[in-house]
């Protein structure tokens, strides 16, 4: 039973992602029970947690009568990527802008983009206010041009499709033999994360949220959610959640140097988890949250035996332009 009903929602997921258990990492950590909400596999554009957005974000568009998406973002941005992907299926067209200049590096990075049909915009290197401010300039020229332009990326209607999520685990972890109590998320710029606590407050708080910071400072990161959420409240009619209750817990301790910027723990991660599952991980936003669950989970954060679970949210393809982030292959040139 979807927890929002009256937003326009474009369908872009076939059914709930997979929710793993990773026995054999158990077995090898001698911890558990563990799982994994596997947000990285979808069917359209590799996947990863824009395609919940998308739904909501390209119900809008088509609502108002959209023929054009504006989306931007780095040349391997996930949303970027996926929006293109997804405006495709929807019969809009896509303008990417990204905010580097062109080059052959960026060109590559950014090459799925043209497969699914977008226009590239290369801005050059500005920051993300002034990017915002192009890309509300292009929508008006689109406009004096007859044509009707919908700019991807508002956070509370990205965050329903998190909302939603909630609500697929919650049905995924009742089934389970002992329910989820704990959940771990990526806390970087919000829709997802706000979203995934707005409807764990909705149902009731079946679950704990961990988020572990891959961007900000704590203060930021529960400022973020902090608008949000109270966004969602006025939204949806449903009460601002508590955020000051326990049960929902900031994870600082791997953001090292910074956003992007890759840390020996987050490495140990990625290799940890592909090497037992055979699953991938990504150095800017799911290696850190990995390590940062792992860590709770051994270091007794998570009392033992109290399931608990991290939401894979993709960005597997950045993985190929990412060499260079790597300590562990020095023999491999990048
Ligand atoms: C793979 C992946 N995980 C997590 C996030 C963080 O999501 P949010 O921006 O909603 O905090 C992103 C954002 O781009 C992402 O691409």
Redesign the pocket.
């Known amino acids: 039973m979807p927890l929002v009903t009256t937003d326009p929602r474009f369908p872009l997921l076939a059914g709930p992602t997979p929710l793993r258990r990773l026995d054999r990492l158990e077995a090898r950590l001698g911890c558990g029970p563990i799982y994994l909400k596997r947000d990285?596999f979808m069917e359209i554009g590799l996947g990863?947690?824009?395609l919940r957005?998308l739904e909501f974000w390209l119900g809008a568009a088509l609502a108002e009568g959209a023929d054009v998406v504006l989306v931007a973002?780095g040349p391997m941005?996930?949303?970027c990527r996926l929006t293109a992907a997804a405006a495709g299926i929807a019969g809009l067209d896509c303008v990417i802008f990204h905010n580097v200049a062109p080059g052959p590096e960026h060109n590559r990075t950014s090459f799925p983009n043209r497969i699914f049909g977008a226009e590239l915009r290369f801005l050059g290197d500005v920051d993300e206010d002034r990017r915002a401010a192009l890309v509300e300039e292009a929508a008006a020229a689109l406009r004096a041009q007859g044509r009707r332009p919908y700019i991807v990326g508002d956070?509370v209607t990205?965050?329903l499709g998190?909302v939603e999520a909630a609500g697929e685990l919650h049905a995924q972890s009742r089934a389970l033999p002992a329910p989820l109590r704990h959940v771990f998320?990526?806390?970087?710029?919000?829709?997802?994360?706000?979203?995934f606590i707005f409807g764990n407050a909705m149902l009731g708080h079946p679950f704990e949220v961990h988020l572990v910071s891959?961007?900000y400072g704590q203060a930021e990161l529960a400022a973020?959610i902090a608008r949000i959420c109270g966004d969602l409240a006025v939204h949806t009619g449903f009460a601002m959640p508590d955020l000051d209750a326990p049960g929902l817990h900031y994870h600082m301790g791997q953001l090292g140097p910074g956003y992007a910027r890759p840390t020996p723990a987050a490495e140990a991660a990625l290799l940890t988890l592909a090497r037992s599952e055979g699953i991938l991980l990504?150095h800017?936003?799911?290696a850190k949250?990995f390590a940062g669950f792992l860590d709770c989970v051994h270091n007794g954060v998570i009392p033992a035996g109290e399931p608990a679970c991290m939401v894979h949210?993709?960005?597997?393809a950045?993985l190929f332009a990412q060499f260079h982030l790597f300590r562990s292959f020095p023999e491999v040139e990048m």
Not at 185 to 195: D, F, Q, V
């Open positions: 990285d990863g947690n824009k957005s973002g941005s996930n949303l956070a990205g965050a998190y998320l990526a806390g970087s710029m919000g829709p997802t994360e706000a979203g891959v961007e973020r990504e800017v936003y799911t949250t949210t993709g960005g597997t950045s």
